[in-house]
């Protein structure tokens, strides 16, 4: 009974006050995608590290098949080739650089592959033959980048020598810089929205002043009586978050998936359903955002 | 069922209390008129029962509980126990008879099928059969205040507290509710009413409070609205609810006369 009736206050209370209501679900949802704009792009960051990024810097990728550097020229990398290296790496003058050092083979690089491009259609049309194997080396120093690409460019079996970092540390950096952008223009909105959301509890607690002020008198708990409009802005946020979600996955979806990624196949991005891990986020936040904002409000203008 | 020890209420310190040392008691079960000019202390009495207020000093018992010692989470349970009628009824316009009523009920939790059974009993009380489908504009002044008082009924408080519940109806229709307040008051309900209206309070003959600036000049049973003791000089002594004598009023002072202050 008690449930029917402060449903049906949240109703006639949404409904009285339409405008003010929209006004509040478009800001949380404008808020919102600004914040889940900015979980997107760190998910894209991470989805662009790959399995190595954060564990290695430098990558020794040995000969295959198709390789035409100089190094190639015997045909791919033999056993001894690869053990030379591997006794190279621990000898004392390159032991000194080095914190360890790991060998991927062609079906561990496959494996670390199909992940990180899990989304991207050229999954299907690469093999195990294709990716190079490789030594992945964590530096004591990244900065001492060149001793290692001096030492092994040039041996037997070495395709090339890649400080994955240098490539991609610029494309982080901005963007980085994206997502604090972001988060920044996120603030100032939610700040927005937490002052519209208090004003609309405000403008709603005293358009039901006669209501509330009767229901006071009859002794009405406190509960009964500031439920209905706590719950009117927790909707009314709640709805701006889903509409955010729907239009972070959409981006993922269409723009990432449909165009992005035929754009720059060899370029591993998010799936539209990684983006949904945002979506709970995004709820609780705009929801205890309007729930906190609305309690403080009433607390000072609806007299208990 | 109400006692005021000693109770005084300051609204601001720099002007006289809007009630002074007020020491009180009206029993269960009783009806009491409380009388007095406009700023004599007959709402701030009123809030003190109900703690919308907090008295400056002194205690305020409702039902044998302080109401000082009631917790803010218990009020809503200190107010169900007391029905509330005002001058200007305070029906929702948008809802009618019925569900005015019923609001009450609906906010404490009452289940439907109570709801159902009682609204109709309690309407029938105060003499509305048949209008429950009314809206409050489609009422006459006396029927929206019978509404009202049904609406503070009709969750069975021991006490109803009417502040000018005839302040806006004519004699006749006034004569009316206070046939509804003596039939809920003979049914057990402690009934005060702050009133202006002397005819009602005329005919009635139940116990008088007067109070004049914070302060209570007259308290007889029985009695009129002017004071039935004639004021002979000085000698006149006035004795409030403990038998204290009070003080004779100051030279000057005048007691409202019927049709002053009327609103």
Request: glycine content about 8%; some cysteine.
């Amino acid at each position: 009974m008690r449930l029917a009736f402060i449903l049906g206050e949240i109703g006639s209370g949404l409904r009285r006050n339409v405008s003010m209501v929209v006004s509040v679900i478009l800001v949380t949802f404008v808020s919102l995608t600004f914040v889940g704009a900015a979980g997107m792009l760190q998910l894209q960051i991470n989805q662009m590290k790959g399995y190595w990024y954060d564990k290695v810097q430098v990558a020794i990728f040995l000969c295959s098949d198709g390789s035409t550097a100089a190094g190639c020229a015997t045909g791919p990398v033999t056993p001894e080739q690869r053990d030379n290296l591997q006794t190279l790496l621990e000898s004392p003058a390159v032991a000194q650089y080095v914190n360890d050092f790991q060998f991927e083979s062609k079906e561990e690089a496959y494996k670390h592959f199909k992940d990180q491009f899990s989304n991207s259609p050229i999954v299907d049309s690469v093999t195990p033959d294709q990716l190079p194997a490789s030594f992945r080396i964590n530096m004591k120093d990244p900065e001492k980048y060149q001793i290692i690409s001096e030492t092994f460019a040039s041996q037997p079996g070495v395709e090339t020598v890649i400080d994955q970092r240098q490539l991609l540390e610029r494309l982080f950096s901005a963007m980085n810089a994206a997502s604090l952008v972001a988060v920044s223009i996120a603030g100032v909105m939610i700040v927005c929205a937490i002052l519209l959301i208090a004003t609309t509890i405000r403008l709603s607690a005293f358009s039901r002043r006669r209501e509330t002020g009767i229901m006071r008198l009859v002794g009405a708990s406190k509960m009964v009586i500031q439920l209905p409009f706590i719950l009117e802005g927790v909707i009314a946020a709640v709805i701006g978050a889903a509409l955010a979600s729907g239009t972070l996955w959409a981006v993922a979806h269409f723009f990432l998936g449909e165009y992005l990624s035929k754009q720059y196949p060899d370029t591993a991005f998010i799936s539209p359903g990684q983006t949904l891990i945002l979506a709970p986020a995004l709820l609780i936040l705009g929801g205890s955002l309007a729930g906190i904002s609305s309690l403080l409000t009433l607390r000072r203008y609806l007299k208990v | 069922m109400i006692r005021f020890e000693n109770v005084t209420k300051v609204y601001d310190q720099t002007a006289r209390p809007a009630l002074d040392d007020i020491s009180l008691e009206i029993d269960r079960g009783e009806f009491a008129f409380l009388v007095g000019a406009s700023g004599s202390g007959k709402s701030t009495f009123l809030r003190l029962v109900l703690k919308e207020d907090r008295a400056s000093s002194g205690a305020v018992y409702v039902a044998g509980q302080n109401v000082a010692k009631i917790s803010s989470w218990r009020v809503p349970r200190l107010r169900r126990g007391i029905g509330v009628v005002f001058q200007d009824f305070r029906l929702l316009p948008q809802k009618n008879v019925f569900a005015n009523v019923a609001f009450a009920m609906q906010v404490i939790g009452k289940s439907r099928s109570v709801i159902r059974d009682t609204v109709p009993e309690v309407l029938k009380t105060v003499g509305l059969e048949g209008k429950e489908n009314r809206l409050p504009h489609e009422l006459s002044g006396g029927e929206q205040q019978r509404v009202a008082i049904a609406r503070a009924v009709v969750n069975r408080p021991g006490i109803l507290l009417a502040d000018e519940p005839t302040g806006n109806l004519d004699p006749t229709t006034s004569m009316g509710i206070m046939g509804v307040l003596d039939k809920i008051n003979q049914n057990g309900t402690t009934v005060v009413m702050a009133t202006h209206d002397d005819d009602i309070v005329n005919e009635m003959r139940k116990r008088v409070v007067e109070l004049k600036n914070g302060v209570v000049i007259r308290d007889e049973a029985k009695a009129l609205y002017t004071s039935m003791i004639p004021v002979v000089g000085q000698s006149r002594r006035l004795k409030d609810a403990s038998g204290r004598d009070l003080a004779p009023p100051a030279p000057g002072d005048r007691r409202p006369q019927a049709g002053e202050e009327r609103r």
